[in-house]
């Protein structure tokens, strides 16, 4: 079955036998990682770019959540009211596409409520439609941990101190795995690690997780001390700082360790997190644990929503708007004799000349828009070269409040990039038109707008593979 990606996350296809097996071929040092997705992750993976290649860049992927399991249905058989309006509906005229699109949307979201609540009420089992099991964390970790004194790894648990009881506690573990070489590292439940930065932190990265939380610092010295071969990492899951920090010791050179798995707050199913009250078994087993939360957690309430009604709204969204739509895009690095780069202001920073496109690509079309924009001599010459197709990648993100994104507001980008050296052939050609000026590349990373550092990033490559 087809590779499935939702909000630029590549969803993965495994069950829990594989993932076992997966990981028991694991060769010592070889610093892999394990996330389980559940549908915080994919919505905050929606607006930070960082998290979205953290999520990508984990050796293991598991869905972890039926709502995540469902929405991975759903853009495997994006059902016929997207694909009438994908194939067909979209070509009408501007004002029988608006209303196409609203009925149809409409159609699709009340049929995904519908399917969405069959699901988790029902228990309906989507393995076999989807090629992937469910693999909950918390049930995982005592494969985990059976998996480590199998195989004689050393064995380092990370999580926050309750109440002082949370290190005792996990020293019972020895008790069913008495082989088991455990060491408990805990961190005070004062500490800034229990606190979550604002969900919408769109700074949070692997670069600067340490700054924002230099307790991280004692992990890490701790980690390095001791070489763990399997690392349980259990920061919680509200703020991406889990990942963030294990992708870290992924791409630290002074760390050594086997496997790192994110699990969030499973230590509360152990019986020795934070003391959460937990919902009766036969909601759990329904999927519906997030419903109890809502009810019993107020300050819960906002997050269950967001990931609740949120994927719902979303999911749709995102069977509307697929690759399908695509917008061209024409990037412009156009550099003078003095190695400086032609750019011009933004709210977000420094951007370099762009020509859009919703056809197919027009090199002359680009030639002319940026020499009228510009106001350079520029010579048709200099665009001729066909230029650097790049990766697709998400141009915004889906919001709640997108309901015309798949018309107008192109879902993903295409990118071409044209690199052209300009030379001034006279005094006046050097007058370029504002708000365009001449920029240093030494200034790029303070300057640019995160979407032109993407484009600087290409460029950087393409210039060292020359």
């Known amino acids: 079955m087809a590779q499935v990606s939702l909000f ?12 076992r097996s997966e990981l028991r071929d694991l060769k010592s040092g070889a610093k892999a990682t394990l996330y389980f997705l559940y549908s915080e992750f994919l919505l905050r993976a929606n607006w930070n770019l960082d998290y979205q290649k953290v999520l ?16 991975m249905w759903c853009l495997q058989t994006p059902g016929w009211l997207p694909g009438l309006y994908r194939q067909w ?7 029988l596409r608006q209303l196409a699109f609203y009925i149809s949307f409409i159609g699709q979201l009340l049929f995904n409520l519908v399917s969405l609540w069959v699901t988790l009420v029902f228990r309906f089992n ?4 989807t090629n992937n099991e469910l693999v909950l964390g918390r049930e995982f970790v005592y494969d985990l941990l059976l998996l480590g004194e199998t195989l004689g790894w050393k064995t380092l648990i990370i999580a926050g101190d309750y109440q002082g009881q949370t290190k005792d506690s996990l020293a019972k573990l020895s008790l069913l795995y008495p082989k088991l070489d ?5 961190y005070p439940s004062d500490s800034k690690l229990m606190q979550d930065i604002p969900s919408k932190s769109e700074y949070l990265n692997s670069t600067n997780l340490l700054e924002l939380y230099p307790e991280l610092e004692l992990v890490k010295h701790q980690i390095v001390a001791t070489s763990p071969d399997l690392i349980l990492v259990c920061l919680g899951g ?21 496997l790192a798995v994110g699990l969030g707050a499973a230590l509360d199913h152990l019986g020795v997190g934070a003391g959460q009250p937990k ?10 644990e997030w419903l109890y939360r809502f009810i019993f957690l107020p300050y819960r309430r906002k997050r269950v929503w967001q990931a609740v009604v949120g994927l719902w709204w979303l999911t749709t969204l995102e069977q509307f708007v697929q690759t399908s739509l695509v917008q061209n895009r024409f990037v412009n690095l156009i550099r003078n004799q003095n190695g400086q780069f032609l750019v011009y202001p933004d709210s977000l920073g420094a951007n370099f000349p762009v020509e859009k496109f919703a056809t197919r690509q027009s090199l002359q079309h680009n030639y002319w828009q940026t020499k009228r924009k510009t106001g350079l001599d520029l010579q048709l010459l200099d665009f001729a070269i066909r230029p650097v197709r790049l990766p697709q990648h998400r141009l915004t993100p889906v919001s709640l409040t997108s309901w015309r994104q798949a018309e107008y507001k192109f879902e993903y980008v295409q990118p071409f990039l044209c690199s052209v050296d300009y030379t001034q052939t006279s005094e006046t050609s050097s007058v370029i038109n504002p708000p365009f000026f001449w920029l240093e590349s030494t200034r790029f990373n ?18 060292n593979l020359d």
């Open 126 to 129: 989507l393995s076999k439609l």
């Open 238 to 258: 509200a703020s991406g700082k889990q990942e963030f920090f294990i992708d870290h010791l992924q791409a630290d050179p002074q760390t050594r360790f086997t």
């Open 8 to 19: 630029g996350v590549n969803l993965p296809s495994t069950n829990r036998l594989k993932l």
């Open 446 to 463: 303070q300057s640019l707008s995160p979407l032109a550092k993407l484009y600087w990033q290409y460029y950087e490559q393409l210039a």
């Open 89 to 95: 509906l979209v070509k009408l005229p501007t004002g």
């Open 182 to 186: 455990l060491t408990v590292y805990t």
């Open 56 to 71: 990508n860049r984990a050796t293991f992927k598991a869905i972890d959540g039926r709502g995540l399991h469902w929405s």
């Open 279 to 288: 919902p009766p078994k036969w909601l759990a087993d329904r999927g519906l």
